[in-house]
Each structure stands twice: as structure tokens, then as C-alpha cells.
């Protein structure tokens, strides 16, 4: 079955940056979207963004356009989040999600993707 693991997690300053990555297993990479969702406690799980099968397209969330980017290297069966310009509010457990490109209509949507990585806490500090 398809499994993803994230890494890249930690402790960053306010300004700081990290790189997360998903690595998939399990399934056909290449045409699969990769969604990043973040997770805070007593909060909603928030879409922050999404590459498509072919790297060519991008979507993020209003909060964290023009700081983070992502990306992939389907060679790697790995999808990057590059976290830049780092703040409080952007603490939270990360998480990977991927489905084939075809099944998904809407990648904001969490309920369109059924596998899904252990996710990684990112903390940042003030």
C-alpha cells in the first residue's frame, strides 16, 4: 500500500527557514498530487499547499504565499516543502498527502486524499 513519511521537522527562529519532505512509496509517484496540510491542537486541519503531477502547477493557501514553495523530485519519490521567512503561526505538526492526480478535484480539500504521512512538528519561536 502507498506510505508517506515526512521529515525535515524541528525547531526554527522567527525569520528562519526549514525544508520538509514526503517521501512515497508504495505507488506511482509520478502521477500522483502532493498536498501539505498543518494541524495545530484544538484546530481545524489547514491546506497549505500543493504540486501537481507534474510539478508544472502550484497551489498555497493566502498565509503563507510568497514564504513557502513547493516542490518534488519524482526521481526521489519526494515532495519538498520549502519553509522560508518562518513565523509563530506557522507552528504546527505537518503532514503529507498524495492521490493520484485524476482522483482529486479540489486539492485544498483533505477528504480527497486517503494516504496520508505520521506528520513532523515544525516549532517556531519568537
Known amino acids: 500500500q502507498v506510505q508517506l513519511v515526512e521529515s525535515g521537522g524541528g525547531l526554527a527562529q522567527t525569520g528562519g527557514s526549514l525544508r520538509l519532505s514526503c517521501t512515497v512509496s508504495?505507488?506511482?509517484?509520478?502521477?500522483?498530487?502532493v498536498a501539505w496540510f498543518r494541524q495545530v491542537p484544538g484546530k481545524d486541519r489547514e491546506y497549505v499547499g500543493a504540486?501537481?503531477?507534474?510539478?508544472?502547477?502550484?497551489s498555497y493557501t493566502d498565509s503563507v504565499k510568497g514564504r513557502f514553495t513547493i516542490s518534488r523530485d519524482n526521481a526521489k519519490n519526494t515532495a519538498y516543502l520549502e519553509m522560508n521567512s518562518l513565523k509563530p503561526e506557522d507552528t504546527a505538526v505537518y503532514f503529507c498527502?498524495?492521490?493520484?492526480?485524476?482522483?482529486?478535484?479540489?486539492?485544498?480539500?483533505?477528504?480527497?486524499?486517503?494516504?496520508w504521512g505520521q506528520g513532523t512538528q515544525v516549532t517556531v519561536s519568537s
Open positions: 498527502a498524495a492521490e493520484p492526480e485524476t482522483s482529486i478535484r479540489y486539492y485544498a480539500d483533505s477528504e480527497e486524499y486517503e494516504n
Open positions: 508504495g505507488g506511482a509517484f509520478s502521477t500522483y498530487a
Open positions: 504540486i501537481s503531477w507534474s510539478g508544472t502547477r502550484t
